[in-house]
């Protein structure tokens, strides 16, 4: 059997920049975590999906009865579906199921958004220090995310 991978994301920029990601994840057992909108529930006809709590974020606080909600549905869910890799393109969403799937043994990749030319979002800054792969498409994060890997624009390396 493939391995199942978990792809994680918020709706809008993030979700489309995974679509982007297809061709590195379809070959393997993927399901999607998200949080119900009018965008992901489209995904239910095409791809195995788990609806968590929305962590609701608003400026740079999270609701924090949401987001220990949402951490523990992406700890069971996790734990039911054991994917050997979680890849996230952010945003708050991100978060609780990366920080669940560390605590479970789960290997993060991030891919930072093209989005975030200057400065990473908060979901990038506080998944970095537990991801295994950080992939950013902007040379200038090198310098001070040290582990980043630079891959450029996304059509480069998909």
């Given at each position: ?7 994680v994301?918020?709706p ?15 070959n ?6 998200l ?9 239910t ?14 400026l740079?606080?999270y609701?924090?009865?949401?987001f220990i909600k ?11 579906e054991?994917?050997?890799?979680i ?12 920080y ?14 093209s ?6 979002n ?8 537990i ?11 090198l ?16």
């Open positions: 059997m493939k391995n199942k991978i978990c792809l994301c918020s809008g920029g993030h979700l489309e920049l995974m679509k982007y990601l297809e061709p590195t994840y379809k393997y057992n993927p399901f999607f975590i949080y119900k909108n009018v965008h992901t529930l489209t995904f006809k095409t791809e195995k999906v788990y609806f968590i709590k929305n962590p609701a974020r608003t740079k606080l609701n924090p009865f949401k949402s951490f523990f549905q992406a700890y069971k869910i996790l734990q039911k054991k994917p050997k890799f890849i996230s393109t952010g945003a708050g969403i991100a978060v609780p199921v990366c669940a799937g560390k605590l479970l043994g789960i290997k993060i990749i991030f891919v930072v958004t989005s975030s030319i200057y400065k990473l908060l979901s990038a800054r506080l998944i970095y220090p991801s295994n792969l950080f992939i950013v498409q902007y040379k200038n994060f310098k001070k995310y040290k582990k980043a890997i630079f891959r450029g624009n996304l059509y480069d390396f998909c």
